[in-house]
């Protein structure tokens, strides 16, 4: 089998990619490799024979036809996107370029070349917000909340209406918060880790009291295979591993992980800020996973203690990584983000 994997230089497609080279699969990786996609990711793989790599732009028709024309894949998994919430809210003009336009690219070819099923890479973020109770199911209505979310929308819509109106083989996966090795640290879990070893102040958003519902990079990385492999036509199919947490609870967990490896440090709970909290935050996300576990019979295997354990070693271990990734552009973006929030606590 031959995958198309857009987007897989980023911090899932690139675990994604890792997971599946032990099958028997052909992949090629067509990354952009914008700020957040890092060949460095793929380093101890670049050399297998089921594996290559091909830079370029969803948004770029004629190159990725080109892509289809050679590779003729027998599937595609869609991970490129704009993915962060933040960067979103700041300007969103990439969000609609890539995560709509790149993704309608992606659909139309798949529809020239007749492949045998194209995954979208989706998220629980599409439903909107919850109040204290009730979970996300795949019925739950579409009420995205901010650009980001409103783009990924937009793309799922796009992509179930190829499924009816021109019978594209489709399925959507829509996870929940991952976390694990490789991911870009402007995301909570690898910002607090990294805050935690440069001693400074971590930004907790509002009250801190937010959920998120977290799920470890693997396990959705073993249900996009299971989608692959068993997933029912034109379905949606949520995943997650019922581990809500607050956020400053997930910060503390952090601080205390990172505190005990490194106990030379003087890390502290005293090094959280509470700032000006994002705008339009939604306030808890929590996923029901029945179905996928009910019909394709997967299930999560990492524990949140046991993942995020793992997950602070990695950083730990990977100083080069980490450099690669602190350059101007992201100290930019950091500036643009944070130096203007009131602190709050
Ligand atoms: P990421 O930002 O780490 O990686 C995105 C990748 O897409 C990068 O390698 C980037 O270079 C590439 N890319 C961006 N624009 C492109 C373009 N125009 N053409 C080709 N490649 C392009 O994101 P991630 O966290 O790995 O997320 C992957 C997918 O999973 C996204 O679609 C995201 O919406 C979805 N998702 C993420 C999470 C999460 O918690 N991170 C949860 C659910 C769903
Ligand atoms: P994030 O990792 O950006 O993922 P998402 O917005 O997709 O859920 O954020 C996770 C939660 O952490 C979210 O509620 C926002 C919060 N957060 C902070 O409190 N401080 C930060 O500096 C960041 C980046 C996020």
Same mark, same amino acid.
């Given at each position: 089998?031959?995958?198309?994997?857009?987007?897989?230089?980023?911090?899932?497609?690139?675990?994604?990619?890792?997971?599946?080279?032990?099958?028997?699969?052909?992949?090629?990786?067509?990354?952009?490799?914008?700020?957040?996609?890092?060949?460095?990711?793929?380093?101890?793989?670049?050399?297998?024979?089921?594996?290559?790599?091909?830079?370029?732009?969803?948004?770029?028709?004629?190159?990725?036809?080109?892509?289809?024309?050679?590779?003729?894949?027998?599937?595609?998994?869609?991970?490129?996107?704009?993915?962060?919430?933040?960067?979103?809210?700041?300007?969103?003009?990439?969000?609609?370029?890539?995560?709509?336009?790149?993704?309608?690219?992606?659909? &139309?070819?798949?529809?020239?070349?007749?492949?045998? &099923?194209?995954?979208?890479?989706?998220?629980?973020?599409?439903?909107?917000?919850?109040?204290?109770?009730?979970?996300?199911?795949?019925?739950?209505?579409?009420?995205?909340?901010?650009?980001?979310?409103?783009?990924?929308?937009?793309?799922?819509?796009?992509?179930?209406?190829?499924?009816?109106?021109?019978?594209?083989?489709?399925?959507?996966?829509?996870?929940?918060?991952?976390?694990?090795?490789?991911?870009?640290?402007?995301?909570?879990?690898?910002?607090?880790?990294?805050?935690?070893?440069?001693?400074?102040?971590?930004?907790?958003?509002?009250?801190?009291?937010?959920?998120?519902?977290?799920?470890?990079?693997?396990?959705?990385?073993?249900?996009?295979?299971?989608?692959?492999?068993?997933?029912?036509?034109?379905?949606?199919?949520?995943?997650?591993?019922?581990?809500?947490?607050?956020?400053?609870?997930?910060?503390?967990?952090?601080?205390?992980?990172?505190?005990?490896?490194?106990?030379?440090?003087?890390?502290?709970?005293?090094?959280?800020?509470?700032?000006?909290?994002? &705008?339009?935050?939604?306030?808890?996300?929590?996923?029901?996973?029945?179905?996928?576990?009910?019909?394709?019979?997967?299930?999560?295997?990492?524990?949140?203690?046991?993942?995020?354990?793992?997950?602070?070693?990695?950083?730990?271990?990977?100083?080069?990584?980490?450099?690669?990734?602190?350059? &101007?552009?992201?100290?930019?973006?950091?500036?643009?983000?944070?130096?203007?929030?009131?602190?709050?606590?």
């Amino acid at each position: 089998m031959r995958y198309l994997v857009a987007g897989g230089a980023g911090f899932i497609g690139s675990n994604f990619i890792r997971c599946l080279l032990d099958s028997d699969v052909e992949i090629l990786n067509f990354d952009k490799l914008t700020y957040a996609g890092n060949l460095l990711n793929l380093a101890d793989i670049e050399k297998n024979k089921n594996y290559t790599f091909v830079k370029g732009d969803i948004c770029d028709r004629k190159t990725l036809k080109k892509v289809f024309n050679k590779f003729k894949p027998d599937v595609v998994v869609n991970f490129a996107a704009e993915s962060h919430v933040d960067r979103s809210i700041l300007d969103a003009d990439e969000f609609i370029k890539t995560n709509i336009a790149g993704t309608h690219n992606l659909l &139309k070819l798949s529809l020239e070349y007749g492949i045998d &099923k194209f995954v979208q890479v989706s998220t629980d973020e599409v439903y909107g917000s919850l109040g204290k109770k009730g979970f996300f199911t795949e019925d739950t209505p579409l009420n995205p909340r901010n650009p980001y979310s409103a783009s990924k929308a937009s793309a799922d819509v796009l992509v179930k209406s190829y499924s009816v109106t021109h019978g594209l083989p489709v399925v959507i996966g829509r996870c929940g918060n991952n976390y694990g090795p490789y991911q870009f640290p402007e995301k909570l879990i690898p910002l607090t880790i990294l805050h935690c070893m440069k001693e400074g102040k971590i930004p907790v958003y509002g009250d801190g009291l937010n959920i998120r519902d977290w799920i470890h990079v693997l396990d959705h990385c073993r249900a996009l295979d299971a989608i692959i492999q068993k997933g029912k036509t034109g379905e949606v199919y949520n995943i997650g591993a019922k581990q809500e947490m607050k956020n400053i609870d997930v910060v503390k967990s952090i601080i205390s992980e990172v505190a005990k490896k490194v106990p030379e440090k003087k890390i502290s709970e005293r090094q959280i800020c509470f700032v000006e909290d994002r &705008k339009g935050h939604d306030r808890r996300y929590a996923t029901d996973p029945s179905k996928i576990i009910k019909t394709l019979k997967w299930k999560p295997k990492i524990s949140f203690k046991e993942g995020l354990c793992e997950t602070v070693d990695w950083y730990l271990e990977n100083p080069s990584w980490v450099k690669s990734v602190f350059n &101007k552009s992201y100290m930019r973006y950091y500036k643009a983000n944070y130096s203007k929030r009131k602190v709050i606590a």
